[in-house]
């Protein structure tokens, strides 16, 4: 997969994903990773990039020509690779879009290239954002000065969808989000630490007893921090409960047997 970043301050993207897990990908040619400098496409000969808005109001605004030659230059190389390169999807981050989540990563994730355009100033100017935009996207509801850094966190939780790029190709599904729950605690050696055990279950090699006790510790953990997300798994896995009240009932005969 290939990511392209239309961007002013093209070192800030590359220097902050040439590292880890992001890196490694790039490395092996899993995805690439081009920061694109719009400053290079503007027609103004003081390589100026912004100027003022009409109509008044405090700021400065990107110019729609060095945005669209950038772009422009950057659909040529892609369309150069035999793949379509005007037809590209082109993600504008901004804190209008829609708030980006894991199922959009997923569905990015899906496509074979991808262009980032990062504002800065005030924003930038309607009529190239008409012409070259797909997506809005905000990383949340709080305003950052620049796209760069909500850019790269839509990078490297689109990247990480990507086969391959994970060593351990399931832990993606796993994880919290993919199904609504958050993640269940996890331990690691010494068995003891500052007096905390782990806790027991873990350590008894039984799978399926692992795997129930994790699936309890994340519907609680999703009830406390997120009921939100709670609410929605149980929308969505009616089932679970049913099998597990047939599974209580089942025990609640079975002692009761014992009993007689
Ligand atoms: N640019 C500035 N703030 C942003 C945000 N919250 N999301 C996406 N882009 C932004």
Redesign the pocket.
Known sequence: MHFYVLTLFPEMITQGLATSIIGRAMAKEIISLEAVNIRDYTANKHKKVDDYTYGGGAGMLMQAQPVYDAWNAVAAKIEEKGRRGRDTRVIY???Q?RTFRQSMAKEFAAEEDLIFLC?HYEGVDERVLEEIVTDY????D???T??EL?AMVMIDAIARMVPGVLSNSDSAETESFSNYLLEYPQYSRPESWMGKKVPEVLLSGDHRKVDEWRLEQSLKKTKELRPDLYEKWERENQEYFIRKAKREARKRKKAACREK
């Open positions: 981050v901004t804190p879009g504002g996207v905000s990383i949340g709080y305003v950052l620049g796209g909500p």
